[in-house]
């Protein structure tokens, strides 16, 4: 499996569809989060309204964004924190080096951030002699087991409990722990008190932000595990590292998107922790951190505005999308050889990375049209999808002989006469290869068909044929 | 530090005017966002975030226990210790507890529980159970509303396994929206407000499904998040 | 019924390429089913709605078939396709193509307004509640993805088939679930469309149910292909056949005359 490879889907998929592992996982998710959203949605009357409001809300806020971009700042920086503006991974690498090294850290804890995975943070940090220690359980596993995370709320989904029965084996006898546990009660106590400790030591914590609130100049961070909250609590430093889509003008906006985002991402209510935090300790705290930063990353997100694809920057990470995408369930994240899987990297993906490299992420898919159906923020995931593989048509990444079968195919499509002459010998062919049984277990250059399923054969007349024979041409007698 | 005249600043501005083809808002065209934010508009609250306070206060309760938070409900705020002590000896917790520097909290007669051995300040690693109170809570979803303060040690929500709030039924909202307006008048400064440096929102124990996707309560926060619930609206119906 | 109107209903009827090539008992089926109901159906020459251009980002192709197909279809009343994907191609697809052509988007948004997938145009716009058909036995129906969710048809093919004497509907889990279709993806994602087919012959098979039903013939040659090759004993037809009563007319699909 080539983690980071958009280019390599095809063979990881290949390779996906054989792990056993991974399909069991794959199954759990789909039998679990589909009918825990609709359950959660059935019991909010209000849901599709909603979501209208938060549409209609996000899409006034990236119409203005630097707008309100400055009056996060204005006002973060009014509540005693610092904000960084960066435009590439390296500039927010950068930010978040420079702030570890104002305390020497040793260690940085880390709440759940797609951002710190979409900047390669860890790996940075590691280089420079900071260990970064997830603290999300999902993360966390991933971390010992070395990969990145396989979906955007769950990051360890792909793992059964026995694959992290043996990854806490093994890393966790440096902490003295031996046996190996085998009941998902004992693990999470496990990691617990190993975690405990991670954050007491912890110089610096690092957590993404799901919000930030620009009349109060506030991050806010959804977690159900509350490994978010001592992460930026305990430490000296807290950084936040975010992106620039994620603003919001009030509280009460905030509220609108927070009523769609956990029953679409996991069923719930309400996650059960919602934490929104603004500046460092105050002088009569008793706890929190000293220091409060907030690292914004761009990355290609402000070339997305104003065309087809600004649409995209409304996803609010929810991960609905590819709880239920066929695709998704057969492949599992790790295929997209990307940071953002599923529907909505499908379609982020090329967004940040270019086309050319990516061609494959928004091909990969029926279009069926579930990602959408759910999508909070009624994305228009397949409309995006088409929109990339258009540039991908433009650009030279489609195949010769693709291009070449389409124009062809295309050709006699746009003459109705040949197309129907061409049409009458094709079905006579196929008719008399499938004649025996009515279908074909084999058609030279249709592998990817019957490799997996047989070919029915066609009936051996085409309709307008039969329809001219009965009716006489021009339709009805 | 990044300020104003900050080169990448600059160029993240810039590119987001470019790309939606447009300069700088106008001074007048700022207003009106300005007031877009100061109405603080809601958006849209669903109806089970409406009614009245008895309704409000049973139907926080449902929500609250349908997230894996007991409730118990108490007559007067006197009887707090007492509920409390009896809490952690039904389910054979710790009784030394530590309890939030709040006035009205610490002002109830802890002393009348001599099983309990009650302390102040954040929380250390070795807490097993934080007794505190909460700003306000929210019927919608079952949801506590705590703010950070010198009266509320935001480690005592998170760091021991045993959480109980104090909770006084009047405190009980429908909708997040009425939490943010009381936020707005309590923490009222000049002609804005000053937010605490964090409001948890907690809806029942910390959770994980990030093992096989089966749910486990107490992930890093506590295991159990019990409400003691003060019944102090009787008559007001 | 018909309804009692005075002037005739003319309808043109988008055969759909495949069931022009694979299965032209489903053209038939869809003409009787439309003329039992007082329409008159007319077939205008054609090839493909344009969707294998479309999905593979080919804008240039797919407008000039897009082109053809208004030009051919524009003068009827109604267009019935008996297929939600083509249907919704035409419904869905065609007006969002010709940006800056404001002429060829006023047609095709009026083509796009007639353009209907053949057991909604049955029920909602004809009002047929029910069929004259038998058919013994039980059955399970598949909603294909753009007939769900680009035209809406969920009910409609139930409550006909509710009416077809003899036949018991058993849902499968999961029936919105696209089945690994998806156009050129099946061939060109081949190894991922089949494990996609695997779940949703599985879901057919935990029914019980002898015959699966479905709207478009792309998902239904796709299943019916799966299902052959695990040796199922699922029979397999378009749902306009059962509707029809004409499903002596053709062997189920991907099987022989004599079975």
Redesign the interface.
């Known amino acids: 499996m080539e983690f980071m490879n958009p280019g390599a889907f095809?063979a990881n998929?290949?390779e996906a569809?054989t792990d056993e592992n991974l399909r069991s996982?794959m199954g759990?998710?789909a039998a679990?989060f589909v009918p825990l959203r609709q359950a959660a949605v059935d019991r909010?009357?209000?849901f599709d309204?909603?979501r209208e409001?938060?549409r209609e809300?996000k899409d006034h806020i990236l119409?203005?964004?630097?707008?309100?971009?400055?009056?996060f700042e204005r006002n973060c920086t009014a509540?005693g924190g610092?904000?960084?503006?960066?435009?590439t991974a390296e500039?927010a690498r950068q930010?978040v080096l420079a702030i570890c090294r104002t305390v020497d850290a040793k260690t940085a804890t880390k709440g759940k951030s797609m951002i710190a995975e979409e900047i390669g943070l860890n790996p940075f940090l590691e280089n420079h002699g900071i260990e970064p220690v997830e603290?999300?359980?999902?993360e966390y596993?991933i971390q010992l087991a070395d990969e990145p995370p396989s979906h955007i709320i769950?990051?360890?989904?792909h793992?059964?409990?026995d694959q992290?029965s043996d990854l806490f084996l093994h890393h966790h006898r440096k902490h003295g722990r031996t046996e190996r546990q085998t009941e998902?009660?004992k693990?999470?106590?496990e990691a617990?008190e190993i975690?405990?400790q991670r954050y007491?030591d912890a110089d610096v914590g690092i957590t993404g932000a799901n919000y930030l609130i620009?009349?109060?100049?506030?991050s806010v961070i959804v977690t159900?595990?509350?490994?978010g909250?001592?992460t930026q609590?305990?430490p000296k430093i807290h950084i936040v590292v975010t992106s620039?889509e994620k603003v919001v003008?009030?509280?009460?906006?905030m509220?609108?998107f927070?009523?769609l985002l956990a029953r679409s991402a996991?069923g719930?209510?309400?996650?059960?922790?919602?934490?929104?935090?603004?500046?460092?300790?105050?002088p009569?705290?008793?706890?929190?951190p000293g220091e409060f930063h907030v690292v914004?990353l761009?990355n290609g997100r402000?070339?997305?505005?104003?065309?087809e694809v600004q649409d995209m920057l409304r996803c609010i990470r929810c991960g609905a999308c590819m709880n239920h995408c066929?695709?998704y369930?057969?492949?599992g994240g790790h295929s997209y050889g990307a940071v953002y899987v599923g529907p909505m990297g499908a379609v982020l993906t090329p967004s940040l990375l270019g086309i050319a490299e990516t061609r494959h992420l928004p091909?990969?898919?029926?279009?069926?049209?579930?990602c959408?159906?759910v999508c909070p923020m009624q994305i228009p995931l397949p409309r995006l999808l088409?929109h990339?593989?258009?540039?991908?048509?433009?650009g030279d990444g489609?195949p010769a002989a693709?291009r070449w079968g389409?124009?062809i195919?295309?050709w006699?499509?746009?003459r109705?006469?040949l197309?129907?002459q061409g049409?009458r010998l094709?079905?006579r062919l196929l008719r008399y290869l499938g004649?025996?049984?009515?279908?074909l277990?084999k058609l030279w250059g249709?592998?990817?068909?019957t490799?997996?399923?047989?070919?029915?054969?066609?009936?051996g007349?085409?309709?307008?044929?039969?329809?001219r024979q009965r009716?006489g041409k021009?339709?009805?007698a | 530090?990044?300020r104003r005249g900050?080169p990448?600043?600059e160029?993240?501005?810039a590119?987001?005017?470019?790309?939606?083809?447009r300069p700088?808002?106008s001074a007048e065209?700022?207003r009106e966002?300005?007031d877009?934010?100061g109405k603080?508009?809601?958006?849209?609250i669903?109806?089970?975030g409406k009614g009245d306070g008895k309704e409000l206060v049973d139907r926080f309760r449902a929500?609250a226990e349908?997230?894996a938070c007991t409730v118990r409900t108490v007559a007067a705020e006197a009887e707090v210790p007492g509920a409390v002590a009896d809490y952690l000896r039904e389910n054979n917790l710790s009784t030394r507890i530590t309890l939030a520097?709040d006035s009205w909290l610490s002002g109830l007669d802890w002393a009348s529980q001599p099983m309990l051995e009650t302390r102040g300040?954040?929380?250390r690693?070795e807490d097993e159970v934080a007794v505190t109170p909460a700003f306000a809570a929210v019927a919608e979803?079952?949801?506590l509303v705590a703010l950070?303060?010198?009266d509320h040690?935001?480690?005592l929500?998170?760091?021991p396994a045993s959480h109980v709030v104090a909770l006084r039924a009047s405190q009980v909202v429908g909708?997040?929206?009425e939490v943010?307006q009381q936020?707005r008048k309590a923490t009222k400064k000049g002609r804005g407000f000053a937010?605490?440096?964090?409001?948890?929102?907690?809806?029942?124990?910390?959770?994980?499904?990030?093992?096989?996707?089966?749910i486990?309560l107490?992930?890093?926060?506590?295991r159990d998040l019990h409400i003691v619930l003060i019944d102090d609206q009787a008559g007001q119906e | 019924m018909p309804p009692a109107s005075e002037k005739p209903v003319n309808v043109g009827l988008f055969?759909t390429c495949l069931?022009?090539?694979?299965?032209?008992?489903v053209?038939?089926a869809a003409v009787k089913l439309m003329?039992d109901a007082g329409c008159?159906?007319?077939?205008?020459?054609?090839?493909?709605c344009?969707q294998?251009?479309?999905?593979?980002?080919?804008?240039g192709?797919t407008k000039?078939?897009a082109r053809?197909v208004i030009a051919a279809f524009e003068r009827f009343d109604y267009v019935v396709a008996p297929s939600g994907s083509c249907a919704g191609m035409i419904a869905v697809h065609y007006p969002e193509l010709f940006t800056g052509e404001p002429d060829w988007t006023k047609r095709a948004r009026s083509l796009a307004a007639k353009t209907h997938e053949l057991t909604a145009f049955l029920t909602d716009v004809l009002g047929v509640d029910t069929v004259t058909a038998a058919w013994s036995g039980s059955a399970t129906y598949h909603d294909s993805?753009?007939g769900l969710?680009?035209m809406k048809v969920r009910e409609q093919p139930r409550k006909l088939l509710g009416s077809v004497d003899g036949l018991e509907l058993e849902e499968m889990a999961d029936a919105?679930?696209?089945c690994?279709?998806?156009?050129t993806?099946?061939?060109?994602?081949?190894?991922?469309?089949?494990?996609?087919?695997?779940?949703k012959t599985n879901n057919i098979a935990a029914t019980g149910a002898e015959m699966l039903l479905a709207g478009d013939m792309g998902c239904l040659?796709?299943m019916?292909?799966?299902l052959?090759?695990e040796g199922s004993a699922v029979q397999v037809r378009h749902v306009a056949e059962v509707l029809a009563g004409t499903t002596d007319q053709?062997?189920p699909?991907?099987?022989?005359?004599d079975g």
């Not at chain 1, 091909?363 to 579930?370: E, I, P, Q």
């Not at chain 2, 107490?218 to 506590?222: K, N, S």
């Not at chain 3, 699909?253 to 005359?257: S, Y």
């Open positions: 095809k998929a290949r569809l996982a759990q998710l679990g909010l009357p209000e309204l909603l409001r938060a809300l119409a203005n964004l630097d707008f309100y971009l400055e009056r509540a610092q904000v960084h503006w960066c435009a500039d930010a603290t999300d359980l999902g596993i769950g990051p360890a989904v793992k059964t409990k992290v998902p009660a693990m999470v106590a617990r975690l405990r007491l620009a009349e109060t100049g506030s159900n595990e509350g490994n909250d001592l609590t305990l620039l003008p009030t509280l009460e906006d509220t609108t927070l009523r996991t719930q209510e309400f996650s059960a922790y919602t934490t929104i935090s603004t500046g460092p300790r105050r009569d705290d008793p706890d929190g914004i761009d402000s070339a997305m505005l104003g065309g066929p695709v369930h057969s492949v091909c990969a898919s029926m279009l069926c049209g579930r959408e159906e088409r990339w593989r258009e540039r991908a048509f433009e489609v693709e389409l124009s195919w295309a006699f499509a746009r109705p006469w197309y129907g049409a094709a079905v004649r025996e049984r009515g279908r277990g249709a592998g990817g068909w490799d997996g399923r047989d070919l029915p054969a066609p009936e007349r085409t309709f307008q044929e039969l329809w009716r021009g339709g009805a | 530090m990044a900050d990448g600043r160029a993240i501005f590119a987001i005017r470019q790309s939606l083809g700088a808002h065209a700022r966002l300005d877009h934010i603080h508009r809601a958006n849209l669903p109806q089970r929500m349908a997230a520097p300040g954040p929380a690693n979803t079952g949801t950070s303060g010198p040690p935001t480690t929500n998170f760091m909708a997040y929206e943010w936020l937010m605490p440096r964090a409001v948890n929102m907690i809806t029942g124990p910390s959770r994980t499904a990030d093992i096989a996707l089966t486990q107490g992930a890093h926060g506590p | 055969v069931v022009d090539l694979f299965r032209p008992s053209g038939f003329e008159t159906v007319h077939v205008p020459d054609q090839t493909c344009g294998p251009a479309h999905n593979s980002g080919d804008r192709h000039a078939i053809q993805c753009a969710r680009e919105d679930v696209c690994g279709f998806g156009g993806f099946c061939v060109k994602y081949g190894e991922i469309s089949t494990d996609i087919v695997s779940r040659l796709n019916a292909g799966r052959r090759r053709a062997p699909i991907g099987e022989a005359k």
